[in-house]
């Protein structure tokens, strides 16, 4: 048995108290849709434990890929060293991505990726002898990690930029978009950012956003035209854009990548996440050869990076396996599907008290309450009725896993209108 008691003592959780932790749940093994906690009971699984296991979990062919590059070798350095499943999944994500992104670079996770983005914009400008364009201009109610460079550019009230004032670089920030996805860009909606470009462009390095879905800062859909301005902006005023499809990307919102809704590519662009249909950790930047070759030509001609675990055999050999799975699977099919069930099942939230708003995009649903939870009692709601759910402050959302039948998504969405209509009922 998993002692509970040495890990609520010991171990530190995602954005927890170690004085007062909430309860967390013994899981013993996850396969397809399921988790099984260790006392016997499955969960459906409604989160693709963040956004990760697109391919549900066990699966049979990434378990395959892991067997057989340990078979071979679990890790070696990238230093002076390739292998193959880095070339082959570095080729993957070059087919699958816009035409001049095909310069990669792998890191440890999604933060990483968008750190090394960050880097990659302030040397290119410095190999271009503009050192003054150093700063990033960012979204309000974005998110983009943990680490130093990819919390400054998260939302600095979500993230708490005020406990670390001095020890954060002070991004600026643009309101986030007002239009919704399905909507028009009018000049209003995206007036702030011309402003914040034009007063500033001298020192910006880049802008960085997720593509049409703002995640984990709130869940928002945005409109594919903001995107195009956007991009026509960052272009006329002669800074980089940056596209972090780290949570978005993989099939996510209907598109391989959220990028494609609006037909726009950035010069940078972060994965990670579902890259490895969330076997383990991997993440990889694109950049275009412009950006690459600036680099690399300015001092001290190279790229200033290099984790120790950088293309690890093992994650790249999975990843490309998850990959491949995307290329010869109808995952469109299996998102339009799911797509269709969100809708029929969350909607009717969209007529309690309570309730502000209900959205869906590709497998993501979502239902916005006027109050946050109360994340200790509604945890404990949607696992004694047998789904993983886990919600954070207003929002009650699913992101299923693709390969979720009808069944088991008309239980999650049936357990979300019953806990929501608890919760705002004022259980
Ligand atoms: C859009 C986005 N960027 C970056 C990250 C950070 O990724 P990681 O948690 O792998 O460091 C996340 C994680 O939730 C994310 O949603």
């Not at 062919?61 to 390739?82: C, D, I, P």
């Not at 909607?347 to 309690?352: H, I, L, S, V």
Request: proline letters at 6%.
């Amino acid at each position: 048995m998993i002692d509970l008691d040495f890990d609520r003592r010991h171990i530190w959780h995602p954005y927890a108290s170690m004085k007062n932790p909430l309860p967390v749940f013994p899981v013993s093994a996850a396969s397809g849709v399921r988790l099984h906690l260790e006392d016997g009971r499955e969960l459906v699984d409604g989160m693709s434990s963040w956004w990760a296991a697109v391919h549900g979990y066990n699966h049979p062919v990434l378990n395959r890929a892991a067997r057989e590059q340990l078979r071979r070798m679990s890790h070696v350095m990238f230093g002076g060293l390739t292998h193959e499943p880095a070339v082959k999944l570095a080729r993957q994500l070059v087919a699958i991505t816009p035409d001049s992104l095909d310069r990669v670079f792998f890191s440890d996770s999604g933060s990483v990726a968008v750190e090394i983005a960050i880097k990659m914009a302030v040397q290119y400008w410095g190999a271009l002898s503009r050192p003054a364009k150093k700063r990033m201009l960012a979204l309000r109610c974005g998110y983009h990690g943990d680490t130093f460079g990819a919390m400054s550019v998260s939302d600095p009230l979500t993230g708490m930029h005020s406990l670390f004032r001095g020890a954060i670089q002070e991004q600026l920030f643009a309101p986030s978009p007002e239009c919704r996805y399905g909507e028009p860009c009018r000049d209003d909606d995206i007036s702030a950012m011309v402003r914040l470009l034009e007063e500033h462009h001298h020192e910006l390095a880049a802008v960085i956003v997720e593509p049409m879905v703002q995640g984990a800062g709130g869940m928002r859909f945005y409109s594919p035209d903001w995107l195009v301005r956007l991009r026509e902006l960052c272009t006329a005023f002669g800074v980089l854009l940056v596209f972090d499809e780290i949570a978005t990307g993989f099939g996510r919102t209907g598109k391989m990548f959220a990028m494609e809704h609006a037909g726009v590519v950035p010069d940078i662009l972060c994965v990670g996440k579902a890259l490895t249909g969330g076997y383990m950790s991997l993440a990889a930047t694109l950049a275009s050869p412009e950006v690459a070759d600036a680099i690399s030509s300015g001092e001290p001609g190279l790229f200033m990076h290099g984790p120790t675990f950088m293309a690890n055999p093992l994650a790249t050999a999975v990843a490309s396996a998850s990959v491949g799975l995307l290329q010869s699977g109808d995952w469109q099919a299996s998102v339009r599907r799911i797509e269709t069930g969100l809708r029929r099942g969350l909607e009717p939230c969209r007529g309690f008290e309570g309730v502000v708003d209900v959205r869906v995009l590709g497998a993501i649903g979502v239902v916005e309450l006027e109050r946050p939870v109360d994340m200790a009692s509604i945890q404990q709601e949607f696992v004694r009725r047998g789904v993983w759910v886990r919600p954070f402050g207003r929002l009650v959302y699913l992101m299923p896993p693709f390969i979720i039948e009808d069944r088991d998504l008309d239980l999650l969405t049936a357990v979300v209108r019953e806990v929501v209509a608890g919760e705002v009922a004022g259980r």
